[in-house]
């Protein structure tokens, strides 16, 4: 099939040309750097299959506009599926499929690197011997071992958090509305999502981003959770209010902030605008805290993680090209 990639960085043509490859070069790819929205459709060409990655605009405008070509596949370079409508998807007979789990541990990992980073500032740490500044104080960390863990989303990364921080000797609480045995098998006991907030000294969120988890962590939420709680999102940018979290900053409150994802990445992530003025007021406030850490959606980027999005996106694409149906298909029962 020829298959348009949009958002494409030079990472993605390596590994998926490498996936193409192993399966005989059974598809045509076209890589395109510029992100998928209504102005770039036309970039899709004669394409019968749009492969997109998660800051690509596929709202009903650009799926119609996608569909008036001769688009009838997209293939996600992703597990979440928010940025997608999929009702307009289901309307034009669009099938939709996605990378469903490529690599947890790998989120997983990133997730943990913030939160000891955090606990023991090494991004300050870092920073300070670099000038010869070999003061310690306002470095002052608190062990992990004995603290409770609070995970929001007891799912593939949220079960494996739950495995490594099992490991440091962690008391390990969950929230999540479909429990699982795996989750209790590792020690870790389910509560109300309210107890979660109250009894934990670090909160982690893995649960997708849906009309339920929006602003999720809001005002509310962060004036229930103990005093100097360090948060965690490597989810999705929506599933944090910024704007309370700047507040719960502000006042203390909230001890250690580590992101990967954020509100609005979608003008900022992805791109190196070294060289130019931030114009998201709200990111460039959250950027001066010295206790919260950010980094620009890169907790999928390992070689294992990218090798199985590229091996699993041809999969999807010789799926639907052998029987109609993608490999790992989304359907619109998911956002229920
Ligand atoms: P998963 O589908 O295996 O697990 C998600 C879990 O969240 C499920 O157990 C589900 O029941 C639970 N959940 C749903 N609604 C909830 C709610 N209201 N409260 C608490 N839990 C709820 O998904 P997986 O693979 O663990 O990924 C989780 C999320 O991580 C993805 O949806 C995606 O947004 C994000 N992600 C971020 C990446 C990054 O590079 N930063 C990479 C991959 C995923």
């Known amino acids: ?44 060409g004669d394409a019968e299959a749009v492969c997109a990655f998660v800051n690509d605009i596929l709202d009903r405008s650009v799926l119609e506009a996608l569909k008036q070509r001769a688009v009838r596949l997209i293939v996600l370079r992703s597990a979440g599926f928010n940025h997608v409508d999929l009702v307009a998807a289901r309307d034009l007979d669009l099938a939709i499929a996605r990378v469903p789990a490529y690599s947890p541990e ?9 939160m000891l980073s955090l606990n023991r500032h090494i991004h300050r740490a870092h920073a300070r011997v670099r000038e010869g500044n070999f003061a310690l104080d306002g470095l002052l960390g608190f062990n992990l071992a004995g603290r409770s ?48 907030l109250a009894a934990c000294d670090v909160v982690t969120l893995h649960c997708p981003l849906t009309p339920q988890t929006y602003h999720l962590v809001d005002a509310a939420a962060i004036a229930a959770m103990k005093p100097g709680v360090m948060l965690l999102n490597t989810g999705r940018g929506a599933l944090v209010e910024t704007r309370a979290l700047i ?23 992805f791109e190196n605008l070294s060289g130019r003025i931030i114009q998201d007021d709200v990111f460039a406030r959250l950027l001066t805290f010295p206790n919260v850490l950010i980094t620009g959606h890169q907790a999928f980027f ?21 029987s109609g149906c993608a490999a790992y298909p989304v359907s619109t029962e998911m956002l229920a």
């Open 1 to 44: 099939m020829k298959v348009a990639v949009f958002s494409t960085k030079p990472y993605d043509s390596d590994f998926l040309t490498a996936a193409n490859r192993a399966s005989g070069n059974r598809h045509e790819l076209r890589f395109l750097e510029p992100r998928l929205n209504s102005d770039t459709v036309p970039l899709a």
């Open 247 to 269: 507040d719960g900053l502000k006042s203390g409150k909230i001890g250690h902030v580590g992101l990967d994802v954020y509100e609005e990445e979608g003008d900022l992530f």
């Open 302 to 322: 390992t070689q294992e993680a990218l090798t199985a999005i590229a091996e699993t996106t041809i999969a999807n694409v010789s799926q639907f090209e052998l």
């Open 149 to 196: 863990i609070g995970i929001i989303g007891t799912g593939k990364i949220g079960i494996c958090v739950a495995s490594i921080m099992r490991g440091f000797g962690c008391r390990i609480l969950g929230a999540d509305p479909y429990p699982t045995p795996e989750f209790t098998a590792l020690g870790g006991s389910y509560v109300e999502l309210q107890d979660l």
């Open 106 to 114: 790998a989120v997983a990992e990133h997730t943990v690197a913030l």
